[in-house]
């Protein structure tokens, strides 16, 4: 039985991706920073993820503290970095709270969603 | 036949009641991490290699048994056969030790879990699943195991406070499972037993990508400092248990986590011990293979 185990585990961890794994995408750092104050209205976003995201099945919302959806915005994967999105705003943030509400699928399928907070102080 | 009819039912009921559920325990902005203790109330494809426990449980009061030590090395495996739909199967290799004797070791009995998550709340961060264990007597070596088995049905839960309006509040969550253990035997030494447990964690993942940024090195964020509680009572003495504070860090397809186990209350009658776990997230590892559902 002990011989069978060693030899299971062996195979396993054998099997195991030599690379990266394809894991699911979740926020490491984002611009504003979450929970951030700023004094300077952006007109752009970044969210920097943890995995490689699929634009065409990702979305991002920017939400007033009263619930108006900011836009049109126009999202785009970073060319030299497939785990950032940029979102482009109309026009720059006046001031306020606002609510980014992400919800993107990693490369290998995985969805994850989140929100997060920061406020335009100017 | 009456099983299989079940397990049938379980099925179709997963298959009829699909959600919004993915892998990793996720319920919205919430990810609740394996514990160790304490099963999570998730479905997921994951693999728990090993988790090693060491508890001294003392000589009894009245001198009727001697004082043991007890390391505890298993595995679990984890796979979804549906989304929501999971089996569990745990098998555990033990060493007991007790002075003046020597040691005996061997497997414990195969344990089973099938798990089903029944519903889950993103927006308020809630899961809650239901399950049934069992111990199948006499799979384990004599020496160790019991040779009659038993049937636990459980309930599961798990709640993010993300909804609280105090930001470094918003991290915490609690989990939970009540369940009810009923023996294969009529021996008037082992009686059918409750078993609870909770957890209480501040998850700092949650802090960093939900709350605030505080722009802490990687080794700090990953982590999530948790306590678990797990007690067992039956109506013929004190209940019994532990509380096991410790720490867990996760990164994207493995969770380490260690924790020391406190005796419960005195008639625990244990000494302080350890229990630590290397966890993979086989739906990372392996997401179009061993890591996704069957159906």
Redesign the interface.
């Known amino acids: 039985?002990?011989k069978a185990?060693v030899m299971a585990?062996f195979l396993?961890f054998g099997a195991?991706?030599v690379g990266k794994?394809?894991?699911?995408a979740?926020?490491s750092?984002?611009v504003p920073?979450?929970?951030?104050t700023v004094t300077v209205g952006p007109k752009e976003l970044r969210l920097q993820f943890?995995?490689a995201v699929e634009i065409k099945f990702s979305s991002v919302k920017i939400i007033t503290e009263g619930g108006k959806e900011i836009g049109p915005v126009r999202i785009t994967l970073n060319p030299s970095d497939p785990q950032r999105l940029i979102v482009s705003l109309p026009e720059p943030l006046t001031r306020g709270m606002y609510i980014v509400k992400w919800r993107v699928v990693s490369v290998?399928?995985?969805?994850?969603?989140?929100?997060?907070r920061f406020t335009v102080r100017q | 036949m009456k099983k299989i009819a079940i397990h049938i039912a379980f099925l179709i009921l997963a298959l009829l009641f699909t959600s919004s559920a993915?892998?990793?325990g996720?319920a919205?902005?919430r990810i609740f991490p394996p514990t160790l203790t304490v099963d999570d109330p998730s479905v997921a494809d994951e693999?728990s290699?090993p988790t090693f426990s060491y508890q001294r449980q003392n000589a009894a009061p009245d001198g009727s048994a001697p004082s043991t030590r007890t390391s505890d090395l298993g595995?679990e495996w984890d796979k979804r056969i549906t989304e929501n739909l999971g089996i569990g199967l745990n098998a555990d290799?033990l060493w007991i030790s007790q002075d003046g004797a020597s040691t005996i070791h061997g497997?414990d009995n195969i344990n089973l879990t099938l798990k089903y998550l029944a519903y889950v709340n993103?927006d308020h961060e809630f899961m809650t699943s239901v399950g049934v264990t069992r111990e199948f007597g006499d799979t384990g070596a004599k020496q160790i195991a019991s040779s009659f088995g038993s049937t636990t049905p459980k309930l599961y839960f798990g709640k993010g406070l993300g909804d609280l309006p105090i930001?470094y509040l918003r991290p915490l969550a609690i989990t939970g499972i009540v369940g009810y253990t009923v023996f294969d035997t009529k021996d008037n030494d082992t009686h059918n037993e409750w078993n609870y447990g909770w957890t209480i964690q501040y998850s700092i993942?949650y802090l960093?990508?939900?709350?605030?940024?505080l722009?802490l090195p990687k080794v700090i964020a990953n982590l999530t400092p948790v306590i678990e509680f797990n007690v067992t009572s039956n109506q013929f003495g004190p209940p019994t248990g532990t509380i096991a504070p410790g720490v867990l860090y996760t990164d994207?397809?493995w969770q380490f986590g260690i924790e020391a186990l406190i005796p419960y209350n005195r008639a625990s009658n244990t000494d302080v011990g350890v229990i630590a776990q290397f966890h993979l997230?086989l739906?990372?590892?392996?997401?179009?293979s061993i890591g996704k559902p069957i159906f």
Do not use: C
């Open positions: 039985m002990r185990l585990s396993f195991l991706p794994v394809l894991a699911h979740f926020l750092s984002a920073a979450v929970g951030s943890s995995e290998d399928t995985h969805k994850t969603q989140g929100d997060y | 993915q892998a990793h996720t919205g902005n693999l290699l595995i290799q497997w993103p930001s993942p960093q990508q939900h709350v605030i940024d722009g994207q397809a997230f739906d990372d590892i392996f997401p179009k």
